[in-house]
């Protein structure tokens, strides 16, 4: 069974600041690998979708970076801003995309 | 609509009752996926639809959990007896075609059982 971890478990940084959270999955099989931000009490807000044979997938002040041999993804987060505070989740899929695994994510304070 | 919607957002019941969620996925969706989230965890998979048929289920924890999908759109998911374990944020998620594509997620039902 794939299981995915996700370090650090919390992140505070002051505001403008650049930083990497990192998620690592140990079965290296995957389809793709799926980055997203929730927010408190909320759903799940899809932020990155980086196939398995991409490097890099970016959106604006992000970007998401995979390494299947190594079973590693970071999300890179320039000049971070307090609205960027929330939790990111990694999640892969089965090669069917039957079942998706989540890390247990990582709670980003970014403070003003 | 425009996003998956999931009612209610909040249920509160008593223990050994029984709830009904509900799922809207995006229009044209044919995959759906039930999620629990737990405190502080991740989502944790329960059951995946392709069109009507729950194509792997694998995930619910026991037979009081049951899901539906009949017309291939909406869906329930349906717990009896409920108990106080089951507390938690029920999520579900919608994606385009079957296959590992990207998921669109629903606001979540928050459930308490009391």
């Known amino acids: 069974k794939q299981e995915v971890t996700q370090i650090p478990a919390a992140l505070s940084v002051p505001e403008g600041e650049n930083l990497v959270l990192n998620c690592s999955f140990t079965?290296?099989?995957?389809?793709?690998l799926q980055w997203f931000r929730q927010d408190p009490g909320k759903g799940l807000t899809s932020l990155l979708l980086i196939q398995s044979s991409q490097r890099e997938q970016t959106s604006g002040r992000l970007n998401a970076s995979l390494d299947k041999s190594s079973g590693r993804s970071t999300l890179y987060i320039a000049a971070s801003q307090p609205g960027d505070s929330a939790t990111y989740l990694c999640a892969v899929p089965t090669f069917t995309g039957n079942q998706f695994y989540f890390g247990t994510g990582t709670s980003l304070t970014v403070i003003p | 609509g425009a996003g998956v919607s999931q009612t209610p957002s909040n249920k509160v019941t008593e223990k050994g009752k029984y709830v009904e969620l509900r799922c809207d996925p995006i229009?044209?969706?044919?995959?759906l996926y039930w999620y629990r989230q737990s405190l502080g965890q991740g989502p944790e998979f329960l059951i995946y639809f392709q069109g009507t048929g729950a194509a792997d289920d694998s995930g619910l924890p026991n037979d009081r959990f049951f899901a539906v999908r009949p017309e291939g759109s909406v869906s329930t998911l349906k717990i009896q007896r409920t108990e106080r374990g089951d507390s938690a944020v029920y999520l579900c998620?919608?994606?385009?075609?079957?296959?590992?594509?990207?998921?669109?997620f629903g606001p979540g039902t928050r459930l308490t059982v009391l």
């Open positions: 229009s044209g969706h044919t995959a």
């Open positions: 079965d290296s099989a995957i389809y793709n």
């Open positions: 998620a919608s994606s385009l075609t079957q296959g590992a594509r990207e998921q669109f």
